[in-house]
């Protein structure tokens, strides 16, 4: 009875209203800082791959596609040596026909 | 082929960029399938090289800030939904209080009083002074209907009189010396009747009638010494020496008519009620803050405990209700005094009364 009464009060509304507007705020900033750290958690990572390459390019330039395969290679065994489970990175090198 | 993939993923088509890469592309029977983050570039002599890394790590750190930040979210609307909830609650409960409240007065009477919770808050406040409100409303039907029942009973005895008389002249053979005595006695009957409708008028009228605007400066002395005036005859008959003690001028700010019909009213129930061969006195004296005028007796005064009652409609002391007289003279006094912002005293003059009459702020002479 009273709660039904609760319900239906002019107060209870406006609290309705003053909730659904602090919602789309808090929603609004929390997406934010979700998207924001999410980007820079996959940036960081991208970076960390383009260095990476950066690396095996300039193995490359400077000893040729078999020193880039022995580089490949070594760092492979590194890092299957280093961890058990699946490797943290992987570099690998393909002809260019397929 | 060099490194640690077994087959190329077929998604890569381009000669370089960035990719987003299913472990199943080139793992169908993997029983756990990641994501591989990779950039992939065509080397100068047709070779493709990809770097990438485990992207699952990254997955898992993202899908944890969305957990929590879900949790929170929900965690928000949960606690803001109870609160609003329990907090509207208690306000439409003390609502709901008033208008139970005030449903019961409209079905049984003004006995009912909205409870209050000894909080001290906007609501106790709000309950207290409807509560009074609700008192003083009570007590306003309270006179209402003390004054209907009164009219109702003072008129009856001059009516069963007048009709007693009439009822007897109509039973017995004319006789011009008494009929004119009988008319004569009828006639002094609705006049009473008639004085008593008039004062009644008149102290409603002033009560509820906005009569500052008609306010003028008053001299008291010149009312005091009127009244004197005009009651000299029927102190004389009583043998009651009258006189007024008076400062030169005395200023107020009111209604001349009212003040002196105040006054007046004073004076007779002074010589009426003060005993045979007493002595009247009417003051007239400024004060530093004041003026005051003072009808002073000394005859058996009002007792204490009925000082307050006198100003009632219709009241009267149990020892005068058999001396003439309608019990609204100091209700007309009270009146006057409210509409001008005076004080009424009533002192024991040990022996007699003293009433005083005490106006604000003077008017400058």
Not at chain 2, 191 to 197: E, G, I, Q, S, T
Request: glycine share 6%; net charge neutral.
């Amino acid at each position: 009875m009273l709660l039904a009464k609760t319900l239906r009060s002019s107060t209870f509304k406006l609290a309705l209203i003053w909730i659904g507007i602090f919602g789309a705020l808090v929603l609004a900033l929390l997406s934010y800082v979700y998207l924001s750290t999410a980007a820079y958690v996959r940036e960081k990572a991208d970076r960390a791959i383009a260095a990476e390459e950066t690396i095996l390019r300039n193995v490359y330039d400077s000893a040729g596609r078999d020193g880039l395969i022995a580089a490949i290679k070594d760092r492979v065994a590194r890092r299957t040596f280093r961890t058990r489970r699946l490797p943290a990175r992987r570099s690998f090198l393909r002809s260019g026909g397929g | 082929m060099a490194g640690n993939l077994k087959a190329w993923p077929a998604a890569l088509k381009e000669s370089k960029g960035w990719y987003d890469v299913d472990t199943r592309e080139w793992k169908p029977d993997a029983a756990d399938h990641s994501v591989l983050r990779a950039t992939f570039d065509t080397l100068p002599d047709g070779y493709h090289l990809l770097v990438g890394r485990n992207a699952d790590d990254l997955d898992a750190f993202t899908r944890k800030i969305e957990v929590a930040l879900l949790l929170g979210v929900t965690l928000i609307f949960v606690l803001a939904g109870v609160a609003s909830v329990s907090v509207t609650r208690r306000t439409v409960g003390r609502i709901e209080a008033i208008n139970a409240t005030s449903r019961s007065i409209m079905q049984s009477g003004l006995g009912k009083r909205i409870p209050l919770r000894g909080t001290r808050d906007e609501w106790d406040q709000l309950a207290e002074n409807l509560n009074s409100m609700l008192d003083r409303v009570e007590a306003l039907m309270a006179e209402v209907k003390q004054v209907s029942d009164n009219v109702a009973h003072d008129l009856r005895t001059p009516l069963t009189r007048m009709r007693g008389r009439l009822e007897k002249a109509y039973n017995r053979p004319h006789n011009s010396d008494y009929d004119h005595a009988l008319i004569g006695d009828t006639m002094a009957d609705l006049d009473a009747v008639l004085r008593m409708f008039y004062s009644l008028t008149r102290i409603s009228q002033i009560e509820t009638g906005d009569r500052t605007s008609a306010f003028g400066t008053v001299n008291l002395a010149e009312i005091a010494s009127e009244v004197v005036e005009l009651f000299d005859a029927a102190a004389e008959d009583k043998r009651v020496h009258l006189d007024a003690v008076v400062d030169r001028h005395v200023l107020v700010t009111g209604d001349r008519d009212l003040l002196f019909d105040a006054v007046a009213n004073l004076v007779d129930n002074a010589i009426k009620y003060g005993g045979e061969a007493g002595r009247v006195t009417v003051e007239v004296a400024r004060h530093d803050d004041s003026a005051v005028i003072a009808v002073v007796d000394d005859g058996p005064g009002i007792p204490d405990d009925e000082c307050h009652h006198v100003f009632k409609r219709f009241y009267r002391l149990q020892r005068s209700r058999h001396t003439p007289g309608n019990g609204l003279g100091l209700s007309l006094v009270a009146a006057v005094a409210r509409l001008h912002g005076a004080r009424i005293e009533m002192v024991d003059n040990r022996p007699g009364l003293k009433c005083r009459l005490r106006f604000p702020s003077p008017a400058m002479a």
